[in-house]
């Protein structure tokens, strides 16, 4: 069965750092997401992504943020500056089309920033 | 406001026996879905069950089903026959309006244990 993979599982990095978190989703779905989950919180969205632009970001996505897909598979999340409060596991999900289908999320890449 | 509220932090249930875990949310547009999905202690994000607002009829899959009260607003997740395995934590999520790059806002979770 086709899954979203992200590497890599667990990245530790030091503050000020540039990180490149990276994802390919499943192979037929147009719709990109990136997602957050501080230890212990709930999930909170940072942006999506269609049709080789941003469709929607949260207040969390600030400028040290950006995404980009830069070829016909991966899917990068780059945190240029990386800060302490940036420690989280980042979830990729991918979603086939709107509707009713749903997000297909991978197994999350925990950064750790010291 | 939240748009997700989930009010238990933890349920324990008896291996074999049914639970539910409740599921409210708050929104004005009358297309939305709703979501659950589990998250064992490895971290990854498993999808269970969609429920859309103009289904006619609660989603099932399997053991899980989706108790979807529209009126109420709730849409609580039965597990039935718990199994070991189903513990976990569980996300309720939201998806508002039509299209499919909305984003979904979760739920803080409840922490399942099933006990032998």
């Known amino acids: 069965e086709p899954e979203v993979t992200q590497t890599p599982s667990h990245q530790v990095t030091q503050m000020g750092q540039e990180v490149i978190l990276r994802c390919v989703p499943i192979?037929?779905?147009?719709?990109f997401y990136w997602y957050r989950q501080i230890l212990g919180q709930k999930v909170e969205f940072l942006v999506s992504?269609?049709?080789?632009?941003?469709?929607?970001k949260s207040e969390i996505f600030d400028d040290q943020f950006s995404v980009e897909r830069p070829d016909g598979s991966n899917f990068t999340l780059k945190i240029r500056s990386t800060k302490l409060e940036d420690s989280a596991m980042y979830f990729c999900?991918?979603?086939?089309?709107?509707?009713?289908?749903?997000?297909?999320f991978g197994p999350g890449t925990r950064l750790t920033v010291l | 406001a939240q748009k997700i509220t989930q009010t238990q932090p933890g349920m324990f249930v008896q291996e074999k026996e049914a639970v539910t875990l409740d599921c409210t949310y708050d929104?004005?547009?009358?297309?939305?879905?709703l979501f659950w999905y589990k998250q064992p202690s490895s971290g990854e994000m498993i999808f269970l069950i969609y429920?859309?607002?103009?289904?006619?009829q609660n989603a099932t899959e399997g053991r899980y089903s989706l108790n979807f009260q529209k009126a109420r607003k709730s849409a609580n997740l039965v597990i039935s026959a718990s199994q070991l395995g189903d513990s976990a934590m569980y996300f309720c999520?939201?998806?508002?309006?039509?299209?499919?790059?909305?984003?979904?806002?979760f739920g803080k979770g409840t922490k399942l244990t099933v006990n032998p």
């Open positions: 999900a991918s979603s086939p089309s709107g509707g009713r289908l749903s997000q297909f």
């Open positions: 192979s037929n779905h147009l719709y």
């Open positions: 992504f269609y049709n080789n632009e941003i469709s929607e």
């Open positions: 929104t004005s547009d009358p297309s939305y879905g």
């Open positions: 429920q859309g607002s103009y289904d006619q």
């Open positions: 999520a939201m998806r508002e309006g039509q299209g499919g790059s909305e984003k979904l806002v």
